[in-house]
């Protein structure tokens, strides 16, 4: 597969405040190095990373630090990170908005973009004028635009406003007719850049599908920048991290969603305890963890292997009933299912001692994706004297492979038996 995109080194570096550096000396200085003696910018050697949540010492920022990426032609590649991170920055030099301070990006076909809301538009221009105007910068004809207007004008549902001037659009209206232009007009590189969220949901559900087409079926490439964990997966192969102008990580779209998720804080699939850091009642959890059933709790874990959580404790008290209560959440947050170690007519005694409680998971239950635990610790049915919320995190990968019962189900369509081991050590 030929490369459809190339960034080499790629850095874009903004001074905060002024345009200029800030003293005549400094600017006379830059344009003698440049303009004449043709070295580089002594002013690039200084900077700081983009990290706008602390105060720097310099007034130099790099928004965009050395990126180097390939992009294959029909790939979709989902580029995430926090707000300022750079990603728009970088979409930005793709779309030759702005140039780069260092470095070159080969692009081999026609760029179409749809960066902000009203992107591309002229406000005084009708919706029809525009689509010509798009497409003639795309370079097309007048009669290619002409036999695919009617496809666009259909798609972005605004029929009616069509010959209205741009400007009496709401930004709705808007991103419906930017997006059907870019993705109608043949391009063989569309560039899309979060304005998807402004849509309502039966555009995005349309857009897409249509970004899927445009990449499956067309074999056309598509960047993607998005806060839409599930729309990034549901559309992208492949992904990159950026965190302060810097690539952070680059690979499947899976790993690299989990990994952006759970962010700097993240919880391992395993924990072990050598403190009692989770000790109460005469309860002490020594040990908890998700991991492929009998393998190391390291290995990488696909849908459609059976799991295991194992959790390991130390009571120093009788119990007449005690429960352990999983309550399983995906990427949102959303709790959707939950599992205990006892039945809801069963009394579970239990002596003092150190326990084993194993719970497994069958195969193709979860779909790919990420997902936290939180632990619930009950004595006889009704006090719940320990609860820590997401106390394990564990993530599933394999798209291929990921068509298990639950997916297309709601909840309560399924009622899995699990299997439970309980053993006193």
Same mark, same amino acid.
């Given at each position: 597969m030929?490369?459809?995109?190339k960034?080499?080194?790629?850095?874009?570096?903004?001074r905060?405040?002024?345009?200029?550096?800030?003293? #005549?000396?400094?600017?006379?200085?830059? =344009?003698?190095?440049?303009?004449?003696?043709r070295?580089?910018? &002594?002013?690039l !050697?200084?900077g700081?990373?983009n990290d706008?949540s602390?105060k720097?010492?310099s007034?130099?920022?790099w928004?965009?630090?050395?990126?180097?990426i390939?992009v294959?032609?029909?790939?979709?590649?989902?580029?995430i990170g926090?707000n300022?991170?750079?990603?728009s920055?970088?979409?930005?030099?793709l779309?030759?908005?702005?140039?780069?301070t260092t470095?070159i990006?080969?692009a081999?076909?026609?760029?179409?973009?749809l960066?902000?809301?009203?992107?591309?538009f002229?406000?005084e221009?009708?919706g029809?004028?525009?689509?010509?105007?798009?497409?003639? %910068?795309?370079?097309?004809t007048?009669?290619?635009?002409?036999?695919?207007l009617?496809e666009?004008?259909?798609?972005s549902?605004?029929?009616?406003?069509?010959?209205t001037?741009?400007?009496r659009?709401?930004?709705?209206?808007?991103?419906r007719?930017?997006?059907? *232009?870019?993705?109608?007009?043949d &391009?063989?590189?569309?560039?899309?850049d979060e304005?998807?969220?402004?849509?309502?949901?039966?555009?995005q559900?349309k857009?897409?599908?249509?970004?899927?087409?445009?990449?499956k079926?067309e074999?056309r490439?598509?960047?993607f920048?998005?806060?839409?964990?599930?729309?990034?997966?549901?559309l992208?192969?492949?992904g990159v991290?950026?965190?302060?102008g810097?690539v !952070?990580?680059?690979?499947?779209?899976?790993p690299?969603?989990?990994a952006?998720?759970k962010?700097?804080?993240?919880?391992?699939?395993h924990?072990? =305890?050598?403190?009692?850091?989770i000790?109460?009642n005469?309860?002490e959890?020594?040990e %908890?963890?998700?991991?492929?059933k009998?393998?190391?709790?390291?290995?990488?874990?696909?849908v459609?292997?059976?799991l295991? #959580?194992?959790?390991?404790y130390?009571?120093?008290k009788?119990f007449?009933a005690?429960?352990?209560?999983m309550?399983?959440?995906?990427?949102?947050?959303?709790?959707?299912?939950s599992s205990?170690?006892?039945g809801?007519?069963i009394?579970i005694?239990h002596i !003092?001692?150190?326990?084993?409680?194993?719970c %497994? #998971? &069958?195969?193709?239950?979860?779909n790919?994706?990420?997902?936290? *635990?939180?632990?619930?610790?009950v004595?006889?049915?009704?006090?719940?004297?320990?609860?820590e919320?997401?106390?394990?995190?564990f993530s #599933?990968?394999?798209r291929?492979?990921?068509?298990?019962?639950?997916?297309?189900k709601?909840?309560?369509d399924i009622?899995?038996?699990?299997d439970?081991?309980?053993? !006193? *050590?």
């Amino acid at each position: 597969m030929s490369t459809a995109i190339k960034f080499e080194n790629i850095s874009k570096q903004y001074r905060l405040g002024l345009v200029s550096t800030k003293t #005549l000396s400094h600017d006379l200085n830059r =344009w003698w190095q440049t303009a004449v003696l043709r070295k580089e910018d &002594p002013y690039l !050697k200084i900077g700081e990373t983009n990290d706008r949540s602390t105060k720097g010492e310099s007034d130099y920022v790099w928004a965009l630090r050395d990126i180097n990426i390939e992009v294959q032609k029909g790939d979709v590649l989902g580029i995430i990170g926090k707000n300022g991170a750079g990603k728009s920055t970088l979409l930005k030099i793709l779309s030759r908005v702005t140039a780069p301070t260092t470095g070159i990006i080969k692009a081999e076909g026609r760029i179409a973009s749809l960066l902000e809301v009203g992107t591309g538009f002229h406000p005084e221009l009708t919706g029809r004028e525009n689509i010509y105007m798009n497409g003639a %910068i795309l370079g097309m004809t007048k009669q290619e635009i002409t036999r695919k207007l009617d496809e666009i004008v259909d798609f972005s549902g605004v029929e009616r406003y069509i010959d209205t001037p741009a400007k009496r659009y709401s930004s709705g209206m808007t991103v419906r007719l930017g997006f059907a *232009i870019a993705a109608h007009l043949d &391009p063989e590189i569309l560039v899309v850049d979060e304005v998807l969220a402004v849509g309502d949901a039966e555009f995005q559900k349309k857009a897409i599908g249509k970004m899927q087409d445009v990449s499956k079926g067309e074999g056309r490439t598509v960047l993607f920048v998005s806060h839409n964990m599930t729309a990034v997966k549901s559309l992208c192969k492949t992904g990159v991290i950026l965190e302060n102008g810097l690539v !952070k990580e680059l690979g499947l779209i899976d790993p690299i969603v989990g990994a952006y998720l759970k962010g700097d804080n993240a919880i391992s699939n395993h924990k072990v =305890w050598t403190n009692p850091t989770i000790k109460k009642n005469n309860f002490e959890l020594l040990e %908890i963890g998700v991991r492929k059933k009998g393998v190391d709790f390291s290995d990488i874990m696909r849908v459609d292997d059976e799991l295991e #959580l194992c959790i390991r404790y130390k009571i120093e008290k009788d119990f007449d009933a005690l429960h352990l209560t999983m309550h399983y959440k995906n990427e949102q947050g959303e709790k959707i299912f939950s599992s205990s170690g006892g039945g809801r007519d069963i009394e579970i005694k239990h002596i !003092k001692g150190e326990y084993i409680q194993k719970c %497994i #998971l &069958p195969a193709n239950f979860l779909n790919w994706g990420t997902y936290a *635990i939180d632990l619930l610790v009950v004595e006889n049915r009704t006090s719940v004297f320990i609860f820590e919320p997401d106390i394990v995190t564990f993530s #599933l990968v394999n798209r291929e492979l990921a068509i298990g019962s639950w997916m297309g189900k709601e909840p309560g369509d399924i009622t899995p038996n699990f299997d439970f081991f309980e053993e !006193k *050590i």
